[in-house]
């Protein structure tokens, strides 16, 4: 048997370029299905809160909402909602049932959710985290830490930080079941963007969800569709992040590529502007 002649390098670098190797396949982002998800409505409550300018007498009912992701094999809360009794009574909240409760009207049993993203930490976006006891929580490293720490030193604000939600998150770090979103731009989960700037409050995030037809949900980077219409921010960290909390609805309608599918935190339009059945909406199938 003659001995098979050894490859040179030239010979090697011949073949590869006369026989690329095939180039890898791009990471195909889930198509998820989103649906929004009414668990409670606050009654009457100001909308001069909510838009900045707005009549100081002006009231609304305005939806508590969570959204809901489906694909990829992953089942993604974007806000968890609120439980605590404190929050029941001091405000005058009307077709109240738990997060996991209001989910599972869309199919999904609480243990089933793999992930939530956090936008914020006040009372009505983190407060549920508890009840889904798998979830991995996705929240920026800033936000983490301003409300963990420096927020209850001398000068720090914590007004809407509920100091058991701060010890659920904690203990869900502890756990390793804590994410950190490091800043602006970043993807979170294939598909799904978080940026920041709007300062609802010290390192708020909204999302976007990818597609054919992409959908930014604000939760309250924009409370309402009049924010959008009306060209009027909303509540901010500081006064002096109104112009930001402006850019940055801005940024979301590019971001979605239409103001129809910038997804205001408490508008009930929402639930209209979508085919819903009940309690949810119907934002994008899969």
């Not at 508590?64 to 909240?93: K, P, S, Y």
Request: charged share 20%; with cysteine; glycine share 8%.
């Amino acid at each position: 048997m003659r001995a098979r002649p050894a490859i040179t390098l030239t010979a090697l670098l011949a073949t590869m370029l006369l026989h690329p190797a095939a180039p890898t396949a791009a990471v195909q982002a889930p198509a998820y299905s989103i649906d929004a998800i009414r668990y409670a409505t606050i009654r009457a409550f100001p909308v001069a809160s909510l838009v900045i300018g707005a009549p100081r007498d002006e009231r609304m009912d305005i939806a508590m909402v969570v959204w809901l992701m489906r694909g990829g094999g992953r089942t993604i809360l974007f806000d968890a909602g609120f439980h605590r009794e404190r929050w029941l009574q001091q405000f005058d909240v009307a077709d109240f049932i738990p997060p996991d409760s209001a989910v599972r009207l869309a199919g999904v049993r609480a243990a089933d959710v793999t992930d939530i993203i956090i936008s914020h930490a006040h009372w009505d976006h983190m407060g549920g985290i508890d009840l889904f006891p798998n979830a991995v929580i996705h929240i920026q490293k800033d936000e983490f830490h301003y409300y963990a720490g420096e927020a209850w030193q001398e000068g720090g604000r914590r007004g809407g930080i509920d100091t058991l939600d701060i010890i659920a998150l904690v203990r869900r770090g502890i756990a390793g079941k804590v994410r950190f979103v490091d800043g602006d731009d970043v993807e979170v989960l294939p598909g799904i963007v978080a940026y920041t700037g709007a300062r609802h409050t010290y390192a708020s995030q909204y999302i976007r969800v990818g597609g054919d037809e992409p959908f930014v949900l604000a939760s309250d980077n924009c409370y309402l569709y009049r924010n959008i219409e009306d060209n009027a921010p909303g509540a901010t960290f500081d006064p002096a992040d109104r112009p930001a909390n402006m850019a940055a609805i801005a940024r979301m309608i590019e971001l979605a590529g239409s103001t129809d599918r910038v997804i205001p935190g408490h508008d009930p339009l929402q639930f209209q502007r979508y085919p819903a059945t009940g309690r949810v909406a119907r934002l994008r199938s899969r």
